[in-house]
């Protein structure tokens, strides 16, 4: 192909939009696709969730074995965290962390997709090509939460779960999955746009996928980190994945205040990776060279 290149940059590829009822049809029908292609690998899925449950149990004799015969552990500020609530925190966090991060497969889908130039024919669709990567992380979720039932009664039956600490302790829980779950998305489509710089994203993504188990709380809850990494964690994005609503839930972030404060920190993350997203999208929109010919 010989022609000139054309850079995207220079005008929207993205110029045909659609009504707000269409648009939210081809959001669902992306994210149904999304979920039918990962529920083919059931096989994959199988052992992803054997793997899960494999870490509950680990964590669980791990806490186990060091927590102090007494059965409760001071954790800073005069608190006490007995057993049960640790054990309960590390299965509810742990199935957490695995939906926040289970679409590995769409990444390397869109790896694919750009190192091959497929990615100009999603460029040209009436639906933004972020809202496409969006839409289908959501479908991937979708496919794995019937694995993520079967993770929370394996957790049930292994005396890993807890009742939440009350009535106001779940509805903040409830409302926190939604930021929770938002910011989780959006950082892994801001991850997936690395694609745009390097093709090769595999190691990055590996590094990614540690530094958010370990700093969203996921293996060690922020209460028995010490006072300086506690701090270096609440100052990043994955502690309000994990964290914040494993912790609302038990009730260790109680009273009004601070579960208001905690809630306004999760939606305040959303809407910086939000804003965060439109900045790198924007940067790796103006990289596609697309050859005509």
């Not at 790896?111 to 972020?130: K, M, N």
């Not at 306004?264 to 010919?293: E, K, T």
Request: aromatic share 10%.
């Amino acid at each position: 192909m010989t022609a000139p290149a054309a850079r995207w940059g220079t005008a929207r590829p993205e110029a045909a939009r659609l009504g707000p009822g269409r648009r939210l049809a081809a959001y669902a029908a992306l994210a149904r696709v999304q979920a039918r292609t990962q529920r083919v690998y059931r096989t994959d899925f199988l052992f992803g969730m054997v793997g899960l449950l494999l870490q509950i149990y680990l964590l669980r004799l791990v806490w186990t074995a060091v927590y102090p015969e007494s059965g409760s552990a001071g954790a800073g500020a005069g608190r006490e965290i007995t057993l049960a609530t640790q054990l309960a925190y590390v299965s509810l966090a742990s199935v957490q962390a695995w939906l926040a991060n289970s679409d590995a497969r769409s990444l390397a889908t869109i790896q694919l997709r750009i190192r091959e130039g497929a990615v100009a024919l999603d460029l040209v669709r009436p639906v933004r090509f972020t809202a496409q990567l969006i839409a289908a992380r959501a479908g991937a979720t979708l496919a794995v939460l019937p694995f993520a039932g079967c993770a929370l009664v394996f957790s049930v039956l292994a005396g890993g779960a807890q009742a939440p600490a009350s009535a106001p302790a779940l509805l903040a829980y409830a409302a926190s999955l939604v930021p929770a779950y938002t910011s989780a998305l959006l950082l892994g489509v801001i991850v997936s746009m690395i694609s745009f710089w390097t093709l090769e994203l595999d190691g990055f993504y590996s590094v990614y996928l540690m530094t958010a188990h370990f700093f969203s709380g996921a293996l060690v809850p922020l209460w028995f980190m010490p006072d300086w990494l506690a701090d270096v964690t609440r100052l990043l994005p994955f502690q309000t994945m994990v964290y914040v609503p494993t912790a609302l839930y038990l009730g260790q972030i109680d009273g009004v205040r601070a579960v208001l404060q905690a809630l306004a920190v999760q939606c305040g993350w959303a809407v910086a990776l939000w804003l965060l997203l439109r900045l790198v999208w924007s940067r790796a929109l103006r990289r596609v060279v697309v050859q005509g010919g």
